[in-house]
């Protein structure tokens, strides 16, 4: 490792992010602040680094743009990054590590309880015998349905199998380990099977100022139709998910991923001259989500702006960027 290069931890979690094998937004999250601290460990081991307060300030600031630029829509990542540069504090790099491994310990902690938190809330809106229809795979929307379960409610669940990568299935394991009773269905039989469900929920990347919930390609979809078969619909969505920088009218990326996780290479020859687009999220207008669930309880999606105002204030720093 040079002093500006990331150690090696970093660079295995920011490659494990990007190619998936660490997924989903509080997973994530949690992953980036662990890196983080073992960022901490490692430069106040080594090099100029070890003895140099400035360059060990500089090297947690580089690893936090190397994890930033992993993956661009859940914003639980920058979000986590913010809270653990933010409290990097002291005057020796001892001072300074312990701050940093300190505040990456407090947020997994405080991840775990949110989810737990929420959890609770989310429960309260199932009722005994429900049915809920789940898309992809999230940890803060199965925290809702395993909270229901633990409060003696029977639940069943339809579970979306989510292209192009599945992760439905992911959901369906776990809610059967859960001892849940799960259907597993295509997405394109949503609809159909809308009429026997009780309840959507959902899961969220990015939640806006507007109200408007990011989540896995095909949410928005699944939301409208939820609307016109009249079937409620939920976004389980923990406080890091809420977008700051979205209060001051930007807007959120959405990723782009490879085209090779729509069509094997060996199709995509033989299907030649044609344009493959593999958007790995979209946005779902608030007046078609019923609740945002958070640890603070359930919010209507219009309403969600003043919960973020007074967790975020005006806008969003970026700790990580060069001073
Ligand atoms: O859209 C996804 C995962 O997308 P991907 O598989 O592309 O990461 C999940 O619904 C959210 O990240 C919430 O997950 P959680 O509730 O676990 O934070």
Sequence with gaps: MT????????????????????????????????????????????????????????????????LRETRPTAVSLPNALRYVLQRMEGETVDELRRSVIGASDAFVRQLDRAQEDLGQVGANRLADGDTVMTH????????????????????????????????????????????????LIVDSAARRY??????????????????????????SGLA???????????TAAQTIKLHPETLTGHTIEIEMRDESEVVDPEAREEIGEIDVENPAFDVTPPRYMD?????????????????????????AEEPWAEP
Excluded at 6 to 33: F, H, L, N, Q, Y
Excluded at 36 to 56: I, N, R
Aim: include cysteine; aromatic fraction near 2%.
């Design 291 to 315: 609740a945002i669930v958070t640890e603070h309880g359930q919010f209507p999606p219009e309403s969600i702006v003043t919960l973020m105002r007074e967790l975020f204030g005006e806008g």
């Design 3 to 66: 002093d500006t290069e990331p150690a090696a931890p970093v660079r295995e979690t920011a490659e494990s992010i990007a190619t998936m094998e660490i997924r989903g937004a509080a997973t994530i999250a949690a992953a980036a602040a662990e890196a983080l601290a073992e960022q901490a460990e490692a430069a106040a081991a080594s090099g100029e680094t070890a003895s140099d307060p400035t360059a060990f300030r500089a090297s947690m600031r580089a690893a936090g743009r190397t």
């Design 136 to 183: 992809c795979h999230s940890t803060d929307a199965l925290a809702c349905i395993e909270a229901a379960v633990d409060q003696g409610k029977s639940i069943s669940a339809v579970v979306k199998e989510t292209r192009p990568r599945q992760q439905g299935h992911i959901t369906a394991e776990q809610l059967r380990d859960a001892g849940v009773p799960v259907t």
């Design 194 to 219: 809308l009429d026997e469900v009780d309840h959507v929920v959902v899961g969220a990347d990015s939640i806006a100022a507007d109200g408007g919930v990011i989540n896995k390609i095909g949410t």
């Design 224 to 234: 409208v139709n939820a609307r016109e078969r009249g079937v409620p619909i939920m």
